[in-house]
């Protein structure tokens, strides 16, 4: 049974930093590929970051480059999110999501979903 575990979320101020973890269960990190995405207010939900952990294929959506850094501990089966220079821009409920192929852009097609661990970034 696939399960992920969000947590690290918290209170921060603008230029802080975070690191989200997702700890994985029910399946190896290898066979799918992980991303983060998060829904702001009144927003729909966002693709974010994306990792295969297998070759280390990474990816970001435009406005968190050179801030935030996917990595993964597959010995401990759990993906990070490093969130760094953060702005109140980023404030969402953060989700982690394990994908059979690569992480889709539209959440519709994610095959499991995590539970959120909420982000705020106080300007």
């Known amino acids: 049974d696939v399960q992920l575990q969000a947590s690290g979320g918290g209170l921060v101020q603008a230029g802080g930093s975070l690191r989200l973890s997702c700890a994985a269960s029910g399946f190896a990190l290898d066979d799918y590929a992980i991303g983060w995405f998060r829904q702001a207010p009144g927003k729909e939900r966002e693709r974010v970051s994306c990792?295969?952990?297998?070759?280390?294929?990474?990816y970001y959506e435009n406005s968190v480059k050179g801030r935030f850094t996917i990595s993964s501990d597959n010995a401990k089966n759990t993906v990070y999110l490093q969130m760094n220079s953060l702005e109140p821009e980023d404030t969402a409920v953060y989700y982690c999501?394990?994908?059979?192929?690569?992480?889709?852009?539209?959440?519709?097609?994610?095959?499991?979903w995590g539970q959120g661990t909420l982000v705020t970034v106080s300007s």
């Open positions: 999501a394990a994908n059979s192929i690569w992480c889709p852009a539209n959440e519709k097609l994610v095959d499991h």
């Open positions: 990792i295969t952990t297998n070759d280390g294929v990474t």
